[in-house]
């Protein structure tokens, strides 16, 4: 299974992120998986954004929810992430990641996103 991040590194304050992932080697339809956001600022932990699972539910982070959108297309098997009003606190890299319930057992490469003006 092969999880990889695209969209924008550069994103301006106010403005909305999006990013997208790409999976290979298994169906983001498959029972029983979640297909997860997770973001790691410069310096800091890794942070939970949200999830979509393999019914097309999805779950955020409180702290994150008046922001977030995950959404997903099923066919090009690809799950995408948005965050609105950004500013520079939002500057990470962001992981797109699957869980299988009991860990996150596959992981993109990362992609760093850069808030600035």
């Known amino acids: 299974v092969q999880l990889q991040e695209s969209g924008p590194g550069l994103v301006k304050p106010s403005q909305t992120l999006s990013l997208t992932c790409t999976v290979s080697g298994d169906s983001i339809t498959a029972n029983y998986y979640y297909w997860s956001w997770i973001r790691q600022p410069p310096d800091l932990g890794l942070e939970w954004i949200g999830y979509?699972?393999?019914?097309?539910?999805?779950y955020y982070s409180p702290s994150l929810k008046s922001r977030t959108s995950i959404s997903r297309d099923t066919s090009n098997n690809q799950f995408s992430l948005q965050l609105s009003s950004v500013t520079p606190e939002d500057t990470a890299v962001y992981y797109c990641?699957?869980?299988?319930?009991?860990?996150?057992?596959?992981w993109g490469q990362g992609t760093q996103v850069t808030v600035s003006s």
């Open positions: 990641a699957r869980w299988t319930m009991s860990e996150y057992d596959y």
């Open positions: 979509i699972g393999y019914s097309g539910s999805t």
